[in-house]
């Protein structure tokens, strides 16, 4: 089902503010109003308009301040400016400045609905659906603002650079800015270019023909043509050795793919969206990273936030894994206890969501009862301070190790370690019972 394209109208006149709501709303589109620039930047991260109408006069800070600071915050959002005082330097200012369109007062209806279809199309909303985005889960700000940015680049062909640390999720962003292009309906292919070694790799991108070398036995496509009319995700950019470098840039620049041992090349129309957690400047620097690569991959550049830098999604991704968890072995969620929350919330995450999840399917795994406790994911962060067991708890540890030492020195037999432990026998049997041990366990075989 298709989402209403979110509107964001600002106007310091509260009448003028609420003919504009009435008359998009009834256009079906969903409108937040706000009377100040102020107002409209606190909202861009909670609203993620797909589009910004605003004044141009207002106090403090006027339309095209405003506009400056949303190329600066959510590059590619598109906004029209409206003004009572129509004149060309205004106009002028507003289109230089970036402006989609400028408009003015009284308003022409039409017109005005005309600009906005507009806008919406080039920014690439039109069609799009919800889920474009369901694979990323998060209420954080910082990456409500990657995913804004996301968002307005996929209804463009734009080469997309996403970098960011190890486990930061940059191949969901890239999958999302597919299922948000003109491309969806085309295929989605990936490949890290460190996995695989240098011939192999440039075999699996270009394709080969029959007896280009040996193994060859048949003709290979390459990802390049397997991934025609979609996108190509290549993961780990920095690891694509110096030759292969030359080899890309030159399909990059002719959009054509020669596959290895071939002398005629394909013409091929993908999309390309590079990843790394490598800093590129400084294999530029070291001589190992094509400088004019470099530019032709970036064009636009979004970074992923570690999770330490959105914490607050921490939670909301520990709910997400544990019903995925439950889903795929089909028993019961598992919940955490609330000191095991914290403990989750303040911990480093230096492998960031992936990590979570490993630490979240390894505490299932070994979870005793439906809540998992605050040590157990202690264990699975790698130990550390563990807080001091209560007198009661230290007890039953300690009785519980006594008495597994005591039936494994008498191999099973409760009589003669009921003895040893001058307890009689129902005693002795009670305590095993508590303890939950069995004295079949100790038995020699």
């Given at each position: 089902m298709k989402r209403k394209a979110r509107l964001l109208v600002v106007d310091d006149d509260p009448g003028l503010l609420r003919l504009l709501t009435i008359r998009l709303r009834a256009e079906n589109y969903e409108v937040d109003a706000v009377e100040s620039a102020a107002a409209a930047l606190a909202a861009l991260a909670r609203v993620r308009p797909d589009l910004v109408i605003t004044d141009l006069r207002m106090d403090q800070m006027d339309g095209i301040g405003l506009l400056k600071e949303i190329q600066s915050r959510a590059p590619g959002l598109r906004v029209i400016i409206l003004t009572a005082h129509g004149t060309i330097p205004d106009a002028v200012q507003a289109t230089q400045s970036g402006a989609f369109a400028f408009l003015t007062k009284p308003v022409d209806k039409q017109e005005l609905l005309d600009q906005v279809q507009k806008a919406l199309k080039v920014s690439g909303f039109a069609d799009t659906t919800e889920d474009w985005r369901s694979e990323i889960i998060t209420r954080s700000a910082v990456m409500e603002e990657r995913m804004a940015q996301a968002h307005m680049v996929a209804g463009t062909d734009a080469r997309v650079m996403i970098t960011g640390e190890s486990g930061t999720g940059k191949e969901l962003l890239a999958r999302a800015?597919?299922?948000?292009?003109?491309?969806?309906?085309?295929?989605?292919?990936?490949?890290?270019?460190?996995?695989?070694?240098?011939?192999?790799?440039e075999s699996e991108l270009f394709g080969h023909v029959k007896g280009a070398f040996t193994g060859a036995i048949r003709e290979h496509r390459g990802l390049f043509q397997a991934a025609d009319g979609g996108t190509l995700l290549l993961d780990e950019i920095g690891d694509m050795p110096m030759r292969l470098q030359v080899k890309l840039l030159r399909v990059l620049q002719e959009n054509q793919v020669r596959p290895v041992g071939s002398t005629d090349a394909t013409t091929v129309n993908v999309r390309i969206i590079s990843a790394t957690h490598r800093d590129l400047k400084q294999l530029i620097m070291g001589g190992h990273f094509r400088e004019d690569l470099y530019y032709r991959l970036n064009v636009v550049h979004i970074e992923m936030p570690s999770l330490a830098k959105r914490r607050e999604d921490v939670p909301l991704l520990v709910?997400?894994?544990?019903?995925?968890?439950?889903?795929?072995?089909?028993?019961?969620?598992?919940?955490?206890?609330?000191?095991?929350?914290?403990?989750?919330?303040?911990?480093?995450?230096?492998?960031?969501?992936?990590?979570?999840?490993?630490?979240?399917?390894?505490?299932v795994a070994l979870a005793t009862s439906p809540i998992i406790s605050a040590e157990l994911v202690q264990a699975a962060l790698g130990g550390g301070p563990t807080r001091l067991p209560s007198f009661d708890e230290a007890r039953d540890e300690f009785t519980r190790n006594y008495l597994s030492q005591i039936l494994q020195i008498t191999g099973g037999n409760v009589s003669q370690a009921a003895r040893l432990a001058k307890r009689n026998r129902t005693d002795f049997y009670k305590l095993l019972a508590r303890h939950q041990l069995t004295p079949e366990d100790f038995k020699q075989r």
């Open positions: 800015i597919h299922k948000a292009s003109p491309r969806r309906n085309r295929p989605f292919v990936a490949i890290n270019c460190s996995a695989m070694a240098e011939n192999l790799l709910s997400h894994f544990l019903e995925k968890v439950a889903q795929e072995t089909g028993e019961q969620r598992h919940i955490y206890a609330p000191e095991a929350v914290e403990l989750l919330v303040s911990a480093d995450w230096p492998g960031n969501v992936r990590q979570l999840e490993n630490v979240v399917r390894q505490n």
